[in-house]
């Protein structure tokens, strides 16, 4: 999982503001993911792709958006709609189209001002 | 879709003991059960992982046993060390084609605590 990497480590957003994390991964995976993690309440998927030009919706997709323009990129941008951004956002990848084990970046804490 | 529950939310042992938690979840569909350990501000890490062709698989000190008939799979730690004190994420994945495949649902975690 040292192939996968989330910048920045810190982001702080204000009211009416869209901001994008980044990650990043050289593991040639074809799967990549985002969660979010807020205490108490384990992971939640917000969007994932398995393949490069295509992504679907997770469970809590309202108020973010992605793109897979190459497969080593997954940027995922928290827009002004999602109403409660402050969580620890979490990328992983997986080979084979998601059939094999998912690996975690460090992640990235998002905090409102 | 899919939806795991675990249990304990927190468990607290003293070291040397056992240390049980245990996961069900409701897609009989779903054929691939990955536990993770995180710690305190870092990235959940695989630690083992089981599908469903097996009932039972060990790593050293860690073990997870299925069963596919009660849909519930459980984590074993013997020989507890302080080290081991985590949250420890159960998660169920489908073998389905198109879009479900691949998709993790994860419980809500499990704080253990091992007590020197």
């Known amino acids: 999982d040292g192939g996968i990497t989330q910048s920045p480590k810190y982001l702080f957003r204000k009211e009416g503001q869209n901001v994008t994390l980044s990650c990043e991964q050289n593991l040639n995976h074809d799967a990549m993911y985002w969660y979010r993690q807020d205490p108490g309440q384990g992971l939640r998927l917000i969007y994932y792709s398995q393949i490069v030009n295509d992504f679907q919706k997770g469970d809590i997709a309202e108020g973010y958006s992605v793109s897979r323009e190459k497969k080593e990129s997954f940027p995922l941008t928290v827009t002004s709609a999602q109403k409660n951004p402050t969580a620890f956002y979490l990328c992983?990848?997986?080979?084979?189209?998601?059939?094999?084990?998912?690996?975690f970046g460090p992640g990235t804490r998002l905090l409102v001002l | 879709g899919e939806n795991v529950e675990q249990h304990p939310s927190t468990l607290s042992v003293q070291e040397g003991d056992s240390a049980v938690i245990k996961c069900t979840y409701s897609?009989?569909?779903?054929?691939?059960f990955p536990w993770y350990k995180q710690e305190l501000g870092k990235r959940p890490q695989l630690i083992i992982d089981i599908r469903s062709n097996v009932g039972e698989k060990k790593d050293q000190r860690i073990a997870v046993t299925l069963n596919k008939t009660a849909k519930h799979f459980s984590l074993h730690i013997t020989e507890t060390q302080p080290e081991d004190s985590a949250v420890y994420f159960c998660?169920?994945?489908?073998?389905?084609?198109?879009?479900?495949?691949?998709?993790?649902?994860f419980g809500q975690g499990t704080i253990l605590t091992v007590h020197p």
């Open positions: 998660a169920a994945s489908p073998n389905a084609g198109g879009t479900s495949y691949g998709k993790l649902t």
């Open positions: 992983a990848s997986s080979n084979r189209g998601g059939r094999e084990t998912q690996y």
């Open positions: 897609d009989s569909a779903s054929n691939y």
